[in-house]
């Protein structure tokens, strides 16, 4: 009995993983409206988006890493693409930024959050100066452009797909678009909402920054970009790579002590310490 038991779980975790759905052809002429594009992740889902057919507008930080994305993403056939270079450390960066894509695409299908930012140079963590800065970034940045968005995702019935890192952890940011997904479903609002937890960034700055602290290597950029890309076109609630994190995050509430040592498993916390 036991093992019949395990079969039919196994079975159904083998569904749910490799159940595969996803139509390219939907995202063709698709309005796009991708954050932190310059460079990693975000770079390579610009390239898939393109390839797909995609109308894009993209957002960066830096110009001149936009502008050459921006050229190859027209060569791999992107029909519009479009790009804003905006420092979401402002806090009227977001409206802008909406209100850019809105009027050269007339509309949203799509609003893939992936930017994310550090401590700037030279400012002194915990301090003030740094918690404003971070919150700005990475949390109210995230809830301005979904708030000036999500009129024109509602008239589409589009979708939100958020990109974090597991190191990155924004559990505040769960627990906002947790409680905006019960509110559009009371409402009966059709917008999925799609959350995507990824190894680290493949950046060398991200790299860089973790060196002798974490033993986890970076997610290939474009493995998972698609992975990304699958679950906001078929509307998925969550997208994992590698999908072990979907374990650790489930872990996060439920069992709080195994999900610590999971995690410390994949950090050198010794040389963190002594950082």
Request: aromatic share 10%; hydrophobic share 50%.
């Amino acid at each position: 009995m036991k093992v019949l038991l395990l079969t039919g779980l196994g079975a159904l975790f083998f569904a749910y993983y490799w159940d595969d759905n996803f139509d390219p052809a939907s995202l063709q002429g698709a309005r796009v409206l991708l954050t932190g594009a310059s460079a990693g992740v975000g770079e390579e889902l610009a390239y898939h988006y393109a390839r797909l057919g995609s109308h894009l507008v993209l957002t960066a930080h830096t110009e001149a890493l936009l502008q050459k994305v921006v050229g190859n993403c027209r060569k791999l056939g992107a029909p519009k693409v479009f790009y804003i270079a905006a420092d979401m450390a402002s806090p009227e960066a977001p409206e802008s930024v909406v209100q850019f894509a809105l009027d050269k695409l007339g509309g949203l299908d799509y609003l893939v959050l992936n930017h994310i930012g550090g401590v700037p140079a030279g400012t002194r963590a915990r301090t003030p100066q740094a918690t404003r800065w971070l919150m700005q970034v990475n949390f109210l940045s995230y809830v301005q452009l979904t708030s000036r968005a999500l009129p024109s995702l509602t008239d589409s019935k589009g979708s939100l797909v958020v990109v974090s890192s597991l190191l990155a952890a924004k559990f505040a940011l769960d627990s906002f678009f947790g409680s905006l997904r019960r509110e559009l479903d009371v409402q009966d609002v059709n917008v999925a909402i799609t959350m995507c937890v990824l190894g680290l960034r493949d950046r060398a700055s991200a790299a860089e920054a973790v060196r002798g602290v974490t033993r986890v290597k970076a997610a290939p950029g474009p493995k998972a970009a698609l992975a990304v890309i699958r679950g906001g076109a078929t509307r998925a609630a969550g997208v994992f790579y590698p999908w072990r994190f979907h374990l650790l995050c489930l872990l996060r509430r439920w069992l709080p002590r195994p999900r610590a040592w999971f995690i410390r498993q994949d950090l050198n916390v010794t040389a963190a310490a002594a950082a």
